[in-house]
């Protein structure tokens, strides 16, 4: 079984930044991919940003955030970091952590656990 804390979210204005961690339980990179989707009022979950950190580093990005956001990952290897830069009030959302065995790009129904949510406001 497999925790994900997740922390960071917040208001901001457009263009400011912020950054979302998500704290897993045990060593999670040796076999799970770890990533982000979010969700709009009245819109479908969707990706964001995901990645795999097994002996290596791949990292995917939606087109919508692509250039705006980097993820990175901590050395103990259970933390995923998203750093958001630019924001838009396009970005409001709440932001789901999400880890999928041996995974580095999943779809939400493919996703093993799931954080609770941290909501993302975007103000003009």
């Known amino acids: 079984q497999v925790q994900l804390v997740e922390s960071g979210g917040g208001l901001v204005q457009a263009g400011g930044s912020l950054r979302l961690s998500c704290a897993a339980s045990?060593?999670?990179?040796?076999?799970?991919?770890l990533g982000w989707f979010r969700q709009a009022p009245g819109g479908e979950r969707e990706f964001v940003a995901s990645?795999?950190?097994?002996?290596?580093?791949?990292?995917y990005y939606a087109d919508s955030v692509k250039g705006r956001f980097s993820l990175s990952a901590d050395s103990a290897g259970n933390t995923v970091y998203l750093e958001m830069n630019s924001l838009k009030p396009e970005d409001t959302a709440v932001y789901y952590c999400?880890?999928?065995?041996?995974?580095?790009?999943?779809?939400?129904?493919?996703?093993?656990?799931w954080g609770q949510g941290t909501q993302v406001t975007v103000s003009s």
């Open positions: 990645g795999n950190w097994n002996g290596g580093s791949i990292t």
């Open positions: 999400a880890a999928a065995r041996y995974r580095s790009r999943w779809s939400p129904a493919e996703s093993n656990y």
């Open positions: 045990g060593r999670t990179f040796s076999t799970y991919g």
